[in-house]
């Protein structure tokens, strides 16, 4: 079974400036996918970036970059220039391509500050 | 597009009572998937179907039952309703080719249990 940790339950960050979100996972699978999804207080939940394991290039997707360090099962999440409307939980997810399923971090709270 | 949906969006339901979450996409997308999110945790899969006609079950699948006789369709029946049960549930697809796993989420239902 594959478990996702995020060891910050809550972070905050100053509009403008970067703030990273980590995630460590754990599996022994070799094919997999990595996430990394936004739930604004709407509650919807929104894909930011994804990240293929068998690619070594990071994803990037305009503000938001990832820092995948496959042999140490990391999955960081970069927002630069933060901006308020950034503020909201993000999900970091594993899905185990063979299973069809993915597993959820317990999420973290970020919060903009003007 | 209406992507994925689910009702009723809110829900009040006594310990005892019955119900169904539905849940229908239009984007053709072979899985399907139930969770569940509760405060200060990530979302947990509840079951899950990689196509129609076949339904597995996730991490907590206790009280929960689903069926898949189509693939737009994937009902998340509630039995005999506990207050354990209340949360909020999300329904999600994805497509199978390719597989990559990447989730298309309804809006979410909040159901509690009195």
């Known amino acids: 079974a594959q478990t996702v940790t995020q060891s910050q339950p809550e972070m905050s960050v100053q509009e403008a400036e970067t703030v990273t979100l980590s995630c460590t996972y754990d599996?022994?699978?070799?094919?997999?996918?990595l996430f990394w999804y936004k739930q604004p207080p709407s509650r919807q939940m929104i894909l930011v970036i994804r990240?293929?394991?068998?690619?070594?290039q990071n994803a990037t997707e305009n503000r938001f970059s990832v820092n995948f360090q496959k042999a140490a099962k990391s999955f960081s999440l970069k927002i630069s220039d933060s901006q308020l409307g950034d503020t909201a939980m993000y999900f970091c997810?594993?899905?185990?391509?063979?299973?069809?399923?993915?597993?959820f971090g317990d999420g973290t709270t970020l919060t903009v500050k003007p | 597009n209406a992507g994925v949906t689910q009702t009723p969006k809110f829900q009040v339901l006594k310990t005892g009572q019955s119900m169904t979450l539905q849940c229908a996409q239009d984007?053709?997308?072979?899985?399907m998937s139930w969770y569940r999110q509760d405060p200060g945790m990530g979302l947990r899969l509840i079951h899950y179907s990689v196509g129609a006609g076949i339904t597995d079950q996730g991490e907590v699948p206790n009280g929960y039952n689903v069926s898949r006789s189509t693939t737009e369709d994937f009902p998340l029946r509630l039995l005999s309703a506990a207050p354990s049960q209340t949360s909020v549930y999300f329904c999600?697809?994805?497509?199978?080719?390719?597989?990559?796993?990447?989730?298309?989420f309804g809006e979410g239902s909040r159901l509690t249990v009195l």
């Open positions: 999600a697809s994805s497509t199978g080719t390719p597989n990559t796993g990447e989730l298309f």
């Open positions: 990240q293929e394991a068998y690619k070594q």
């Open positions: 984007m053709n997308h072979e899985y």
């Open positions: 599996t022994s699978e070799n094919n997999y996918y």
């Open positions: 997810a594993f899905y185990n391509t063979n299973a069809g399923k993915s597993t």
